[in-house]
């Protein structure tokens, strides 16, 4: 993926990893987890002229999602998202007592995402796989076909899994859609997950101790 621009931007109080991805040939972007910090991802941006083609969220925690009223705004680009967490986005005043932090802006979703579908970001693009288990609605992005890089949320981790202990989650639902969705992909494709430092689909294959 010669043309790909990626720059992984941790942000808000639980540092969550928003990925901006750009074609570099046509200058559009697709941004993943705007989760708070919204104008250190329009200087991202602006570095690489970068232009917003669609923002779309793993899942609808409110670290994954805080800043994605404002990005909108700013932006004007459409906002998408799995509708099994829209139960799960509309509880934002919950989720902020949870932390005891202040409620964030709700967005307007625009599309809701569904398994298989493909988002398009200039001449590059994004698979969308449901990777329920974390939430209801948790999907992992996908972009290239050979050695492809993995935006998995909070599904996988380098060394762990999501939280399943949360409303809507299931281990027994995440160790599937681990084992199913995204261990059919190569070894040597990237994973860039919610939070925390990158991995491979191979490494965590191999050593990951939630699923030996």
Partial sequence: MPNLIVETLPVGLLQCNCVIL????????????????????????????????AIAVTHAHIDHVGGLAGL??????????????????????????????????????DRYMTDGDRLAFGGAEAVVEHTPGHTPGSVTFVVGAESPLVLSGDTLFAGGIGRTDLWGGSFDAIIRSIKTRLFALPDDS???????????????????PFLS
Wanted: a negative charge; proline letters at 6%.
């Fill in 22 to 53: 750009g074609d570099a040939k046509t200058g559009k972007a697709l941004i993943v987890d705007p989760g708070d910090e919204v104008e250190k991802i329009a200087a991202v941006l602006d570095r690489n002229g970068l232009t917003v083609a």
């Fill in 190 to 208: 990237a994973v860039v997950p919610g939070h925390g430092p990158s991995t491979t689909i191979g490494y965590e294959r191999k050593t990951n």
């Fill in 72 to 109: 909108r705004e700013m932006t004007g680009a459409p906002t998408l998202m799995h509708e099994a967490d829209a139960l799960l986005y509309a509880e934002l005043a919950m989720q902020a007592q949870f932390l005891g932090v202040a409620v964030p802006l709700a967005a307007k979703i």
